[in-house]
């Protein structure tokens, strides 16, 4: 059988960092408040003229040099994002052509925060039905472009960034198991109220910000990852002990701690990002992931989890030995 396995890793994070303290002098509120409610101590925030697919760029080069292959050997580019440069064409054509990768197969898909894990799901099956043989698969956003920076339920949690993942057929595992789902009737709990279709004229304006019920939320994420997570380790037959580390979507320090819980992982075992880099959307399972890889705690043939939720609802896991 042929799995599919990440052979290189990369992420982008922009230059300029806004701290809580920078927060403090625009919104009511405390670097205490969003350290102990969120874990989130600083975040990094896209210059005005910086677009997604510059982010995936640079994600993907580092990535690509990681895995020591030629970007003529990428025959599949998928991006996981919210917030694409332009409503058409998707991002991924415009990464592949700056990229220099030779046409082939490149779109986009948008599951909010569980984009990525969507898009690796994806390249995946295409990787075991013999139909590519090189994907190149990020999760990006420049999410601070739809933050009302006036709102602070919602401003002290975002920030920017992208991270990117090769993947290519291997003998052995790779990716183990993957499991997806979403249910709309979520919808008003977390989303954004202007898209192509609808009230396209207003987006920017303080009319349309990120609309967000954050306890329903936080509810809801930690009873759906728990069960998803137990689902795709039951589907493989692997035990919670047998974990090396959990990878999680890092929207929240405190639904990251319930999940490591739930998994009966200390979290010397958790890869956490969410302190440096806020809730990155599509961007924060690959970019903790590369972290993880390049500090050194993640090594391969270890069992990995990687888990995200997000907006509609949707959510998703990957199990795999990297
Ligand atoms: N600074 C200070 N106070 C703030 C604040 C801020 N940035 N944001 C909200 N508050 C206030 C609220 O106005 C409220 O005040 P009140 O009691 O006077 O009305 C109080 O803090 C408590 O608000 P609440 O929303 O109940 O706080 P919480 O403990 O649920 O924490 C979140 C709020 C958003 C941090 C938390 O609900 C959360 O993380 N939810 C999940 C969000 C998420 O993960 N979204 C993305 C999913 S992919």
């Known amino acids: 059988m042929t799995y599919s396995r990440i052979v290189g890793t990369g992420r982008y994070l922009p230059e300029r960092i806004m701290t809580n303290a920078d927060l403090e002098k625009i919104v009511d509120t405390s670097d205490e408040w969003i350290r102990t409610r969120t874990g989130v101590e600083r975040r990094h925030?896209?210059?005005?003229?910086?677009?997604?697919?510059?982010?995936?760029?640079?994600?993907a080069k580092v990535a690509i040099e990681d895995a020591g292959i030629s970007v003529s050997e990428i025959d599949m580019v998928i991006t996981g994002t919210t917030t694409p440069d332009l409503i058409?064409?998707?991002?991924?054509?415009?990464?592949?052509?700056?990229l220099g990768i030779p046409a082939c197969t490149a779109f986009s898909l948008e599951a909010a925060c569980t984009g990525f894990i969507y898009a690796l799901t994806t390249a995946d099956k295409f990787i075991k039905a013999g139909e590519v043989k090189c994907a190149l698969v990020m999760g990006a956003e420049c999410i601070t472009k739809?933050?009302?920076w006036s709102d602070r339920n919602t401003c002290v949690l975002?920030?920017?960034?992208?991270?990117?993942?090769?993947l290519k057929p291997s003998e052995e595992p790779g990716i183990i198991s993957c499991h997806l789902g979403a249910d709309g009737q979520y919808k008003d709990l977390l989303y954004y109220p202007v898209g192509a279709s609808k009230d396209l004229a207003t987006a920017g304006t303080a009319g349309a910000?990120?609309?967000?019920?954050?306890?329903?939320?936080?509810?809801?994420?930690?009873k759906t990852l728990g069960k998803i997570a137990m689902e795709t380790?039951?589907?493989?037959?692997?035990?919670?002990?047998?974990?090396?580390?959990?990878?999680?979507?890092?929207a929240n320090i405190r639904i990251i701690q319930a999940m490591a819980k739930r998994l009966d992982m200390p979290m010397e075992k958790v890869i956490v990002t969410v302190q440096d880099h806020g809730n990155t959307s599509a961007a924060s399972v690959p970019m903790a992931l590369d972290v993880g890889i390049r500090d050194g705690r993640l090594k391969r043939g270890q069992l990995i989890l990687m888990e995200a939720f997000g907006g509609g609802f949707t959510w998703g896991s990957v199990l795999m030995r990297l």
Request: charged share 25%; hydrophobic share 45%.
């Open 209 to 222: 910000k990120i609309m967000m019920s954050g306890n329903e939320v936080f509810k809801v994420a930690v």
């Open 146 to 148: 739809l933050v009302d």
């Open 45 to 59: 925030v896209c210059a005005e003229d910086q677009t997604t697919s510059d982010m995936c760029i640079e994600a």
């Open 233 to 250: 380790l039951d589907d493989a037959g692997v035990s919670k002990e047998e974990l090396d580390w959990l990878v999680p979507h890092q």
């Open 88 to 98: 058409f064409p998707n991002i991924s054509t415009i990464i592949q052509h700056k």
């Open 158 to 166: 975002f920030g920017d960034g992208a991270g990117a993942v090769i």
